[in-house]
């Protein structure tokens, strides 16, 4: 795998093909240690060394790939999973030159965030997956919270402090007709970072951690607190124990109970209370005539 490595970080021009002609006939123990000594994984604020710090996992995090900057953790990730990394393989990156939300939205990852994707293979049906996205946010929310910080879930995959958002999860599935081959979840949290370092038109509905305490928290540490919530959470849902993960979700819910509206894909608009959330993740909508309607995914506005 490490060599496809090599041929990615080409790709993404993090080293030039002299670099990696240097190091192609180096045997495949020496390489990791070539590859550091070329300078891409020099990072700045985060290392693997300092996440294990805080570490108390059995399986996720047991390879942690830090980067300075690339392009897309969730991209890089998919690469590395098609090319055999193994579950609970984590990358992360100080910054992303072209990191997308939900729906290809726009989503900036400018130094001082924690921008992470996870490789997992779950032996679930393709029907529950919608559940991991849930799962990630009450993690995310645990861990945020562990910093003293009121932190809420927005259905499907926001998580905000007094209404503005301050983390978001992007669920990537590759999946035949009944099994699933892996999915990538992506983890962007705005931790030591101040408004003015994000473009002017998405500021607005925008916090960071930095804003909220208001002082810079170890970026390992935040790393570290996830991934800890993150497995607990993952191995419920492997063993079933759905009703356990949407109590607190619900516990933690920004949304149950509010007036909304829900674009779909294909432009269908629904409106009405927010009345719960089923056992696959779908958002329940009691509609103005008093029917319920089950919303699987879409864009969710309050009104």
């Known amino acids: 795998m490490k060599r496809e490595m090599i041929k990615l970080l080409v790709s993404y021009d993090i080293i030039s093909k002299e670099e990696a002609e240097k190091i192609d006939s180096i045997n495949d123990e020496a390489i990791e240690e070539s590859i550091k000594e070329l300078g891409f994984g020099k990072t700045e604020h985060i290392t693997k060394e300092r996440i294990s710090e805080f570490l108390e996992t059995e399986e996720l995090g047991e390879e942690i790939l830090c980067f300075r900057k690339v392009f897309s953790t969730n991209s890089i990730s998919k690469f590395l999973a098609n090319h055999g990394a193994k579950e609970g393989t984590v990358l992360i990156s100080e910054i992303q030159t072209n990191a997308r939300g939900r729906s290809g939205k726009k989503w900036e990852a400018p130094d001082g965030g924690v921008w992470m994707s996870m490789i997992l293979r779950p032996d679930v049906p393709p029907a529950k997956i919608g559940l991991i996205t849930l799962a990630t946010g009450v993690a995310i929310a645990r861990a945020i ?64 951690l930095e804003e909220e305490i208001p002082v810079k928290v170890d970026e390992n540490e935040l790393i570290g607190i996830f991934l800890n919530e993150f497995e607990k959470i993952y191995d419920i849902y492997l ?24 674009t779909q894909t294909g432009g269908k ?34 009104l």
């Not at 699933?180 to 030591?192: H, K």
């Not at 629904?270 to 959330?277: P, S």
């Open 269 to 302: 608009t629904t409106q009405g209370y927010v009345v719960g959330i089923n056992k696959e993740g779908s958002l329940i909508i009691e509609k103005q005539d008093g029917n319920l309607e089950k919303i699987i995914s879409g864009e969710l506005r309050t």
């Open 145 to 208: 919270r562990s910093f003293d910080v009121d932190a809420k879930i927005k259905w499907p995959n926001d998580i905000l402090i007094h209404g503005n958002k301050i983390s978001g999860v992007l669920t990537e599935v590759i999946a035949t007709f009944n099994q699933i081959e892996y999915v990538i979840v992506g983890v962007g949290i705005d931790s030591n970072l101040k408004l003015e370092d994000f473009s002017e038109d998405i500021r607005e509905g925008t916090t960071t």
């Open 239 to 262: 063993n079933g124990d759905v009703e356990e993960i949407l109590s607190e979700w619900r516990a933690l819910s920004d949304t149950i109970g509010k007036y909304v509206s829900i």
